[in-house]
């Protein structure tokens, strides 16, 4: 079995809802255009790096989804996604403060762990270079306000972030945010992980994947209505019984697939 970050954290979240997705198969609808464009614009910047159109590389992927019926947050439209998403590629590159060698081999790379029993971790990193002349491992996400900066440290306890660290050996990290607001910004975020946070994940882990192996499903969403996870989950119509719900948001594969790891790459 291959195991990645996307398949624990949701375990840790909520049991069931690992369940329900990876071993009965059933999938959130993809309806989010905010997802899909950050997708679109992580391959541009693949292109801006490797000194390709990275503005006709965003224009082609993300045309390909001009006709496609996304929810769309309000006041937003595919042509102001595109043109925030070509403000903050020209904003990028004035920068300049992110560098990648040889883009070919570190832009999305692959990193695998075995684990005990057998099965494997995998995980996708975004990148490998240096942010500020400092090498580090990089995350890129596209989000329409700020992260927080304080308190100071805080983003060191970002679990994705631990979980990168800990696959590739790297302490020190970088989140570069790209901010789809009116004054489009990009924040470069760096952090260090240590050694023990790495010791810690590990064991952790460890420990979920002996859970999963050993069929523990019970459901808890962790906090009381109405801020618990239930809210947002798109399992919850299975959990209530509700045939409308899982039909507006749910679509089933046939079973459990291999390949569900490869959620860690739209993650
Ligand atoms: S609705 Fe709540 S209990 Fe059910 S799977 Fe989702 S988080 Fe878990």
Request: include cysteine; aromatic fraction near 12%.
């Amino acid at each position: 079995m291959v195991y990645s970050y996307t398949q624990i954290s949701q375990y840790l979240r909520c049991p069931r809802s690992y369940r329900y997705r990876y071993m009965d198969g059933w999938q959130e609808k993809e309806t989010r255009a905010a997802l899909a464009f950050g997708r679109c614009f992580e391959t541009a910047l693949g292109a801006y790096f490797r000194e390709e159109d990275c503005g006709a590389t965003l224009f082609r992927e993300w045309g390909a989804y001009r006709d496609t019926a996304f929810d769309y947050k309000k006041g937003e439209t595919w042509d102001r996604l595109l043109h925030q998403g070509i403000h903050l590629l020209e904003r990028f590159a004035q920068d300049n403060r992110v560098r990648i060698p040889d883009p070919h081999q570190n832009l999305q790379v692959k990193k695998l762990s075995s684990r005990t029993g057998g099965s494997q971790f995998v995980s996708y990193l975004d990148a490998i270079g240096e942010v500020d002349g400092v090498r580090c491992f990089i995350d890129w996400k596209t989000t329409t306000s700020r992260y927080p900066e304080a308190p100071a440290g805080v983003l060191s306890l970002d679990p994705q972030l631990i979980c990168y660290s800990w696959i590739t050996g790297i302490s020190e990290a970088a989140l570069v945010v790209f901010v789809r607001k009116h004054a489009p910004e990009v924040q470069y975020l760096r952090t260090t992980i240590s050694g023990e946070q790495r010791q810690e994940f590990c064991r952790l882990v460890e420990t979920t994947i002996n859970q999963i192996e050993a069929g523990h499903f019970n459901p808890h969403s962790g906090i009381r209505f109405p801020r618990n996870g239930c809210m947002s989950c798109a399992h919850l119509g299975l959990c209530l019984g509700n045939e409308q719900l899982v039909a507006a948001n749910l679509i089933r594969k046939a079973g459990a697939s291999d390949l569900d790891w490869l959620d860690e790459l739209v993650d």
